[in-house]
């Protein structure tokens, strides 16, 4: 956020600070559960594949 003048809780105020929103439960549960569980708390996307190797 260089140049703006704006820190990361400027946005996290603006953008995600409602937890009644569907989407922002989803994120604050997997913080929790990266938490639990003593992951890094990096988000990683995963590729789903089928059996048969093709993703849906």
Known sequence: MSGTGAIVLDFWRFALSDLKMNNVRGYVVEFLVARAVGTDLQRRR????RPDG???
């Open 46 to 49: 995963l590729r789903v594949r």
């Open 54 to 56: 093709d993703q849906p």
